[in-house]
């Protein structure tokens, strides 16, 4: 059963994700509304492209990338993990696997190192929520 505090702040973040509302993915505070990285049709400016490319390039680091590709999506626990280990008999190893969530994680630590993060991403709404203690991220890494 899930907690009244975590139920009211999954609440919370329900309707900040509405759209219009601060979080939703057209917020004016959308990285992709950044105009010091992005283009109004979306292609990525010169540091932000660079990163880009690095980021991808790490990722592919040594690979052999003229093989097949196995392409998954899906909310947490949907069973993407188990289909690949059966899929590939239980030898993962042997396969380049490439994760979102390292991209986004890698993403965000330059927000948070070059300031963008606390100056154009988080919006006036979650500041404000914060000062009065609510938590959105307990993530806590520091440059």
């Given at each position: 059963?899930?907690?009244?505090?975590?139920?009211?702040?999954i609440?919370l973040?329900?309707?900040?994700?509405?759209?219009?509302?601060?979080?939703?993915?057209?917020a004016?505070?959308?990285?992709?509304n950044?105009?010091?990285?992005?283009?109004?049709?979306?292609?990525?400016?010169?540091?932000?492209?660079?990163?880009?490319?690095?980021l991808?390039?790490?990722?592919?680091?040594?690979?052999?990338?003229?093989?097949?590709?196995?392409?998954?999506a899906?909310?947490?626990?949907?069973?993407k993990?188990?289909?690949?280990?059966?899929?590939?008999d239980?030898t993962?190893?042997?396969?380049?696997?490439?994760?979102?969530?390292?991209?986004?994680?890698?993403?965000?630590?330059?927000?948070?190192?070059?300031?963008s993060?606390?100056?154009?991403?988080?919006?006036?709404?979650?500041?404000?929520?914060?000062?009065?203690?609510?938590?959105?991220?307990?993530?806590?890494?520091?440059p």
């Amino acid at each position: 059963m899930i907690d009244a505090d975590i139920r009211a702040h999954i609440e919370l973040i329900r309707s900040l994700s509405k759209p219009g509302c601060a979080l939703s993915i057209k917020a004016l505070t959308a990285t992709i509304n950044n105009t010091k990285w992005f283009e109004p049709d979306g292609k990525a400016k010169g540091i932000r492209a660079s990163l880009h490319a690095r980021l991808v390039h790490d990722q592919l680091s040594g690979a052999d990338v003229s093989r097949k590709a196995i392409l998954l999506a899906g909310p947490p626990g949907a069973g993407k993990s188990t289909v690949v280990r059966k899929l590939l008999d239980e030898t993962p190893e042997c396969y380049l696997t490439i994760d979102a969530d390292i991209f986004k994680i890698e993403l965000l630590k330059e927000a948070i190192t070059d300031g963008s993060y606390e100056s154009f991403i988080k919006p006036a709404e979650v500041k404000k929520l914060e000062v009065v203690g609510h938590r959105f991220s307990q993530w806590n890494w520091r440059p």
